[in-house]
């Protein structure tokens, strides 16, 4: 087993256009997600009312499975969107971010579930002031970027259009 220790993929200092306008996207793209995830239980739960309703009340006991498969929706979608190929979910894709290990590889399944799940933990344990986190180191990392050891960056084609001489052909 190697103990090689690998170096930060990532440096704002010579590729400040991974991390140029990260943190505004990045909270962009936490709506549009919450969005998404939200539709299909919203709609579950619709369909319990009315399934309620059609039982005379039998079919509202059904709501006790809401909670619990909401978190589960949660975390598969997580898991699977920041795993594929794109390393983004769609949210991130919308605002041209993704997510890489702080070694440079893609992000995989139980990353991103652990992400989520990491950042939800923080958010409700810590207070949303631990969000502030990223305000205080180079690569805007949350707390839970940096205990996982991950980065959002713009994906390659905007960090492309921000790179500095770009526009001129250099």
Known sequence: MSMDIKPHAYDPDLNPELFDGVLARRVLAFFIDFIVIAIP??????????FGIVTLGFGWALYWLLPPASVLWAIVYFGASVGGARSATLGMRVMDLEMRTWYGAP??????AVHAIG??????????FILLVAFFNRRRRLLHDIVLGTVIVNNPQRAASLRPFAASGR
């Open 41 to 50: 239980v919203v709609l579950a739960a619709m369909f319990i009312f009315v």
């Open 107 to 112: 992000a995989y399944f139980v990353l991103g």
């Open 119 to 128: 950042f939800w933990l923080s958010v409700s344990a810590l207070t949303p």
